[in-house]
């Protein structure tokens, strides 16, 4: 595991932010496929095993942008929306946490500190990945949605709403994420970010990043920071 980096002005964390897709439940590689064949219809060479790294953490109208950009046609106003609603069926159908979830999340809250949750997906989409996989009794009432603001991640907006509704300054934030929009929304709000990302997987060259390979390696990283 690597190990905490300490930045400077940095706070022990009041407030765990996730994100959703990818950190508590498995749902970034099957809604980037869904767009990777999206994106070969409007004749953009997107293969199945590049879709996570070509869209993960990417919000839909982003994603739109790109594909319109690269094929230089236009999907439509209602392409996004139309996903969208692609996204919740699809999760309806079924949906699975992310291996060690669960356990991850009670460790923090035997820490004792207050979780919420800032995605780009739709609040929709939201409730119907947590009702699929045990985890909307942990979240109820302090998840936001990016799509729903209408400011999608990188910019920082739904984690800076996130710490405002908590009462919390972005300093004594910490954040975990596992897609580059995303961390950099969260390195942009001033908060700590904890990157979930595999050993052999490039990481980006930001401030206070910290790369972790497994779930169960968070709580550890809070421990630390709050026993600095």
Same mark, same amino acid.
């Given at each position: ?17 996730? /994100? ?5 439940? /498995? ?49 439509? @106003?209602?392409? %996004? ?7 919740? @069926? %699809? ?42 996989? !045990?985890?909307?009794?942990?979240? %109820? ?8 603001? !209408? ?9 800076? +709403?996130?710490?405002? /509704? ?11 994420? /596992? ?21 052999? +997987? ?5 401030? !206070? $990043? ?12 809070? +421990?630390?920071? $709050?026993? %600095?």
């Amino acid at each position: 595991m690597a190990g905490a980096v300490s930045v400077p002005g940095i706070t022990a964390p009041r407030l765990v932010i996730f /994100d959703c897709d990818g950190v508590l439940v /498995d749902s970034d590689e099957p809604c980037c496929v869904i767009c990777a064949r999206e994106a070969r219809k409007a004749g953009m060479d997107v293969p199945d095993d590049r879709a996570v790294q070509t869209f993960s953490g990417m919000a839909l109208p982003l994603i739109q942008d790109l594909i319109e950009r690269e094929t230089r046609s236009s999907l439509g @106003a209602d392409w %996004a929306s139309t996903m969208q609603a692609r996204f919740v @069926a %699809a999760m309806k159908e079924g949906v699975e946490p992310v291996p060690g979830v669960h356990a991850m999340i009670e460790a923090v809250k035997k820490l004792g500190l207050p979780m919420r949750v800032a995605s780009n997906s739709s609040m929709e989409e939201m409730n119907v990945k947590f009702a699929a996989t !045990g985890l909307t009794a942990h979240f %109820a009432g302090r998840t936001h949605s990016a799509r729903d603001l !209408g400011i999608p991640k990188p910019k920082p907006d739904i984690y800076l +709403q996130a710490a405002r /509704d908590e009462g919390v300054a972005p300093r004594d934030c910490i954040v975990l994420e /596992d897609s580059d929009p995303g961390a950099r929304a969260a390195v942009d709000a001033g908060m700590t970010c904890v990157l979930l990302r595999a050993a052999d +997987q490039p990481m980006p060259d930001w401030p !206070g $990043l910290i790369q972790i390979e497994k779930l169960s390696d968070f709580p550890e990283i809070l +421990q630390n920071r $709050l026993n %600095a």
